[in-house]
């Protein structure tokens, strides 16, 4: 029985781990299963107020799951949103997010720096529906934004940060600007997690996240999520239950069981990054280095203010182009090469030849992709070990003559 006390808010570690589906009569601790495509009816009477959303149940494991259920819960008791809906990958969450809220005619704002595959929604799938967007650089000034703005601009679209640049947007002048607007303001908060950075607090009415990376952390299983207001994720579970993006009772599972140590991981990748960050700051054979905590990066600042901590993503630019990147790539001993992140392995990616190939030289250059981009994924191993393989890789890479040179001047201070 209460006694009335107001009971204390428990800390978000706390909620990613207590958070569970309802015990069933078998009593268990670990959160079973629930590996069914449909739900049983009591009575016809039943059945008909669960379709008429009179009562709240499950129906069909397209529609909702147990599984699904307590992994929303999670990831929108993280961020601070109302609700949300759970996908079969990140890309699906955007998708959705764009789709079931825009109509022919409509118009989005979105931030250049964005995914590869983001872009591509955007520029070639939307406009075959009669959605347009126009492109606003992250750090532009009010003016930029404001001019972007039209009669028909419904949707607000942003990643920070933005991959693989590393590129801020300033989350709560940008919510102000939308609520001012009456603009929808969608996020994709994937580099961060909930753990670093809740866009909700700014004013996002939409957050979006592909669970595949760092929420997943161990690059298993597929999976994507959307929390926000309740009115915003009613029309997309609108849209969810009669396109079927759903994510599998299985895959839910397994996210949901890794929610439970996000926050001691993203601590790890973070810890990790800035260190081989700071390392490299400078490096003689790379043209630069870019992570949000580092000083040198641009946006230090805004990143200080909105961030808990610098991520697990990493930028190095190394000195000699396209070729360079590939001999550092071929280079790498312990390091895998995957167009993944989030893993608890560091993972390499070269942008130019991967995940942005389909765009553009113009477009690529505009998101400051330039060939000798490498997006450093850093993982969970001793950040030591990582950084004594990027600096072999480093000197593997250098150019025959650049090498034979080092080489005669060891000789020659051997002499």
């Known amino acids: 029985m209460s006694d009335g006390a107001p009971k204390r808010l428990l800390h978000p570690e706390t909620l990613a781990i207590r958070t569970q589906a309802p015990r069933t009569p078998e009593r268990e601790h670990s959160v079973p299963l629930f590996l069914t495509s449909s739900f049983t009816f009591d009575s016809a009477e039943q059945a008909r107020a669960l379709f008429m959303d009179e009562i709240p149940g499950n129906i069909y494991s397209r529609y909702s799951n147990p599984n699904t259920d ?7 008791q993280l961020e601070g949103a109302e609700d949300g809906l759970a996908f079969a990958s990140g890309m699906a969450a955007v998708f959705a997010s764009l789709a079931a809220l825009l109509r022919a005619g409509d118009h989005v704002i979105a931030s250049r720096a964005l995914f590869g595959s983001t872009h591509q929604l955007l520029t070639q799938l939307l406009p075959r529906w009669g959605i347009t967007a126009t492109y606003v650089d992250p750090a532009a000034p009010a003016e930029a934004w404001e001019a972007a703005v039209t009669p028909t601009t419904k949707l607000v679209f942003v990643e920070t940060p933005s991959n693989p640049g590393l590129d801020l947007v300033d989350l709560e002048w940008l919510g102000g600007f939308c609520r001012a607007r009456g603009l929808t303001f969608v996020v994709d908060n994937c580099f961060t997690t909930p753990i670093l950075q809740q866009p909700v607090r700014f004013g996002a009415d939409l957050v979006v996240h592909s669970a595949t990376k760092f929420i997943d952390g161990q690059g298993r299983t ?8 309740a009115r915003l994720i009613a029309e997309l579970r609108w849209f969810a239950r009669h396109t079927g993006p759903a994510l599998a009772p299985f895959n839910a599972w397994v996210l949901s069981k890794s929610v439970e140590t996000l926050a001691l991981r993203m601590e790890r990748h973070c810890a990790n990054a800035l260190a081989l960050a700071t390392h490299f700051d400078g490096h003689a054979e790379l043209e630069s280095v870019r992570y949000p905590f580092l000083p040198s990066h641009p946006q230090h600042d805004l990143a200080r203010r909105q961030m808990s ?4 993503i990493v930028v190095l630019v190394v000195q000699g182009g396209l070729e360079r990147a590939r ?3 071929d280079a790498l001993q312990l390091l895998t090469h995957s167009p993944n992140l989030g893993d608890t392995r560091t993972i390499v990616t070269h942008p130019t030849s991967t995940t942005h190939s389909k765009l553009s030289e113009a477009e690529r250059q505009a ?4 060939p000798g981009l490498v997006r450093i994924s850093v993982g969970l191993e001793h950040v030591d070990d990582v950084i004594a ?14 090498r034979e040179s080092r080489v005669e001047a060891r000789i020659e201070v051997g002499a």
């Open 309 to 312: 901590a610098g991520g697990g």
């Open 389 to 402: 393989d990027i600096e072999q890789a480093l000197a593997a890479s250098a150019a025959p003559a650049l």
């Open 367 to 370: 998101l400051s992709i330039v």
């Open 222 to 229: 597929l999976g994507g999520v959307a929390v926000g207001s």
């Open 70 to 76: 307590e992994f929303v819960r999670k990831i929108a």
């Open 327 to 329: 001999r550092f790539l």
